[in-house]
Structures are given as structure tokens and as C-alpha cells.
């Protein structure tokens, strides 16, 4: 099989890495790629969203199937163009519809679709531009913490959270009336805030069966002990071990199949990968967001204890046969420790030389930011490079990881020391 992976984070070069493996490969191409990525495949110029571009490149390479790594070309519409080109829809697609799409790519229609479907989340009520009056009222009878959270995709950045209420009514009014994040916040969702522990829970779907994907917790804040601003993503582990049992056997009964069969109810066509973001509430889960796609740095450990043949998994997905997968998950622990850039995330310098790549060992090594030139890499992004290990249990895996991570150079480099500090 000939595969195109779209994207150029440290999630595309996890997936990149896991589908090399696989026999079923015959020619791997990730556009745009990263310094990593070159590794497993062919790096190619293409925008992720220029679908003409993507049409060309594949019929001209013989593309089978085309995996779209980030949540942009799969909200855009990539699936419909293809599916609805004569050229192209014979190419197999790991990823939803614009339709199922929106389970990411707007926060009121899955709060909408939880709604209808019994799914458990945090109260909410939506605004714009009409009823903006009426939701300045409505933060002011609000419970504290406020959530307020912009309706579209803003690159991970459309949530505030405070107590402060007249703080929640001066971000309300910046995202409708002066389009903080452009048309993402056209529309907000003011939700419950709601107390406990956050994990990632990955369904893969053929739109009618479901397999379920080894689980994840990762950290969000750029400070030690969760503190300062949200980044990314700042580590991850696998297992959690609060994910198991009890509360794992409610996830499935009141998060999953609903979600499953609630999409194929409504006739919304979604093959691909399903993340829940859930929060952990008492030993009950509640859903805090979809998306439609991996997530990062989540993929980063989540690959590698799937021990199964990815590309194998996305022909029985789709020959919708996925009820006759078992996912097998490796026992052991995967952790990942992320060096970012200083100053991230805020202002940055990108172009630092990365040094001291080759003396790495025992760890692999996920490129996010990166680019390689004159046979040297420099950072290129916010998030540089993923440091993930394997261990008999969590605390192995990351002294592993951080045993690395000191090995690698660049100036301004920072990473978190207390990944997984809870466990």
C-alpha cells in the first residue's frame, strides 16, 4: 500500500513510525514532515489543506490510503472531496466526514449531539452576536469557575477558565464582539466547570463496530505540578491506572457505544479514530471534548503500545470488520517527555541547532518541531521533540526518558521534570 500522512507534529511522526512497520507499507510519504519523520518515509511539499495539491500528489504516486494526521483538512471536508472526486474515492480514508468532523470542529454541536444522546458532560449554554446580552446576564448568575470555551478550532487556545466573573465577561466580549479567535468564537460555550482527574480515551471506528486503543493522561500546563499557562502538551503515559475496571466498563457503557451508535444513528458517516477527553469525576466519567483525530503528545506513547499492524487495522476498517480485531496492547509502560522551546508558549526562537541527537539510547525519539538542514536539525516550533520510553512501570519509563532528554541540546531548551507526578 502506498500511504500519504498529512501533518508535521510529533503525533504524524508517531503515526509515521508505526505504519513503517508494517509490512502491508510499500511507500510511505508525510507532507510536510518534520527532521523525524524523514526517518520513516518521504517528506513532501504539500499544505495539508490544499486538497487540489493532495489530488494531484496522489493519483500521481498511486496513493491507497490517505491519513490525515490533525483535525484542519478533516474538519475543511478532506474525506467529502475525496469520496466525492471519481479520481480519488477508491483511496481509503482514516478519518470522519465534514459532518462527524464537527464533533471537534464545533464544541455546541457536540454538546448538542452528548445531549441527544444521554452522554455525560458539563451543563452548558451557548451564545453569539444575538443573544450576547443575554449571556452577560447569564455569567452573572453563574456558578465560579466559569469555562468559557470558543465554539471552532483556535489551535488549542480558545478556553479560559476563572472566578473571576467580570474577567469571564471581558473574554466573552473579546470573542464575539472583537473575534479574539476570528470565526471560532463567533459563537462561545459557557460550560460547568467541573472538579477531578482529565485522561484520553482512543476508539478507532469502521462507523459500525469499534476497537478500543490503549489510554492515555497527558499534561497540558508549561509549569511543574500543572501550573502556568496550557500548552500542547507537555508529556504524556500509558497506561492510567485509574482508567481500568469499573470506571473503564463506564466509559464504554456510557460514553463509547453511545457515541458510536448515536453517529451511525443519525447517519453521520464516520470511519477513523475517536479521542474522548474525559475527566474522571468521583469514579464517574464525563466527556470535556472530542476529537476527531490522535491526539498530542498522546499518539506519542499510545503507538507505541499498540502492538498491532496499523495499516492492517485501516483495511478492516474499511471493510467495516473491525468486530474481527483484537488490539493488543504491550504490558509495558510507555512515557513521553516533550523539550519545547524558550519561551513557549509564548514568543519563541525557532532555528537553535539540536545537538546531541546520536547519543540517545533506549528512547525514541518522536520529532514536533524540527528541520533538517545541511544534515543538521534546528528547532522549528514551540514543541521540538517527544522523548518516549518504555518501562516495567511508569516511574522506569520516565527516568528513562528524562535520562535522554538531558542528552539532547538547544538553546533555551526546557522540559517538565514531574510528568506523571500523581502516580
Not at 466547570?193 to 485522561?199: M, V, Y
Request: hydrophobic share 40%; aromatic share 10%.
Amino acid at each position: 500500500m502506498n500511504i500519504l500522512l498529512l501533518g508535521s507534529g510529533g503525533r504524524e511522526s508517531a503515526i509515521s513510525w508505526k505504519l513503517s512497520q508494517s509490512p502491508l507499507c510499500s511507500q510511505l510519504f508525510i507532507a510536510p514532515g518534520n527532521a523525524g519523520t524523514a526517518a520513516f518515509g518521504t517528506n513532501v511539499v504539500l499544505g495539508i489543506n490544499d486538497f487540489e495539491a493532495i489530488k494531484i500528489f496522489c493519483i500521481s504516486h498511486k496513493i491507497d490510503i490517505l491519513f490525515p494526521g490533525s483535525e484542519e483538512p478533516l474538519v475543511n471536508g478532506i474525506y467529502d472531496f475525496f469520496k466525492n472526486d471519481p479520481d480519488l474515492k477508491h483511496i481509503i480514508i482514516p478519518g470522519p466526514s465534514k459532518e462527524g468532523a464537527q464533533l471537534e470542529g464545533s464544541k455546541a454541536f457536540s454538546k448538542k449531539f452528548m445531549q441527544r444522546h444521554q452522554i455525560p458532560t458539563a451543563g452548558y449554554a451557548e451564545f453569539d452576536e444575538h443573544n450576547f446580552e443575554l449571556g452577560l446576564q447569564y455569567l452573572d448568575h453563574h456558578s465560579t469557575p466559569i469555562v468559557l470555551k470558543a465554539d471552532g478550532l483556535a489551535a488549542g487556545k480558545g478556553v479560559v477558565i476563572t472566578s473571576d466573573k467580570d474577567e469571564a465577561k471581558e473574554v466573552f466580549t473579546s470573542m464575539i464582539k472583537e473575534a479574539q479567535f476570528g470565526d471560532a468564537s463567533k459563537t462561545v460555550v459557557v460550560e460547568q466547570f467541573l472538579t477531578g482527574i482529565e485522561c484520553s480515551v482512543f476508539a478507532f471506528t469502521d462507523g459500525e463496530h469499534y476497537v478500543i486503543l490503549p489510554e492515555a493522561k497527558d499534561y497540558k500546563r508549561i509549569g511543574e505540578g500543572d501550573t502556568g499557562p496550557n500548552t500542547g502538551g507537555m508529556g504524556a503515559i500509558s497506561p492510567v491506572p485509574f482508567v481500568q475496571g469499573d470506571f473503564m466498563q463506564k466509559v464504554i457503557r456510557k460514553i463509547i457505544e453511545p457515541t458510536v451508535s448515536g453517529l451511525k444513528s443519525e447517519g453521520i458517516l464516520y470511519q477513523g479514530f475517536i479521542f474522548f477527553g474525559l475527566i474522571n469525576v468521583g469514579g464517574e466519567p464525563y466527556v470535556i471534548e472530542y476529537n476527531c483525530r490522535m491526539g498530542d503528545p498522546e499518539t506519542e506513547v499510545v503507538m507505541p503500545r499498540l502492538e498491532n499492524d496499523l495499516v492492517a487495522m485501516i483495511l478492516k476498517m474499511n471493510e467495516q470488520k473491525l468486530n474481527e480485531v483484537i488490539v493488543q496492547h504491550n504490558p509495558k509502560a510507555a512515557c513521553t517527555v516533550m523539550l519545547v522551546s524558550g519561551g513557549y508558549p509564548g514568543d519563541y526562537e525557532k532555528n537553535k541547532l539540536i545537538t546531541g541527537l546520536a547519543h540517545v539510547s533506549n528512547s525514541i525519539l518522536f520529532h514536533a518541531g524540527t528541520i533538517k538542514k545541511d544534515n543538521n536539525v534546528f528547532t522549528a516550533g514551540g514543541r521540538v521533540i517527544a522523548v518516549t520510553s518504555y518501562g516495567e512501570n511508569i516511574k522506569e519509563a520516565l527516568e528513562i526518558s528524562y535520562a535522554n532528554a538531558a542528552l539532547i541540546n538547544f538553546e533555551g531548551k526546557y522540559f517538565r521534570t514531574d510528568i506523571g507526578f500523581e502516580f
